[in-house]
């Protein structure tokens, strides 16, 4: 699994959850199910920095969460 910060809703018009990966642009999922669009989402980030690799593009660094003491 992933370590970027995934955003997941409900799309009306496509009628489908859509997830976006607002660390690695253009990088967005959908599926009819909240499961489904996660496992997407998980395929899309792995596809997006293999693509990255290959066309020697900087990579982002997941930001991480904060800790709350």
């Not at 809703?9 to 009628?15: A, F, L, N, V």
């Not at 997830?19 to 496992?39: F, H, N, R, W």
């Not at 395929?43 to 969460?65: F, S």
């Amino acid at each position: 699994m992933s370590k970027y910060e995934i955003i997941i809703y409900w799309s009306e018009e496509d009628e489908a959850f859509i997830a976006e990966v607002p660390e690695l642009p253009g990088c967005m999922a959908d599926g009819k199910t909240y499961q489904e669009v996660i496992s997407n989402v998980e395929v899309i980030i792995q596809e997006w920095i293999e693509t990255a690799n290959e066309l020697d593009r900087p990579i982002p660094q997941p930001k991480g969460r904060l800790m709350y003491a």
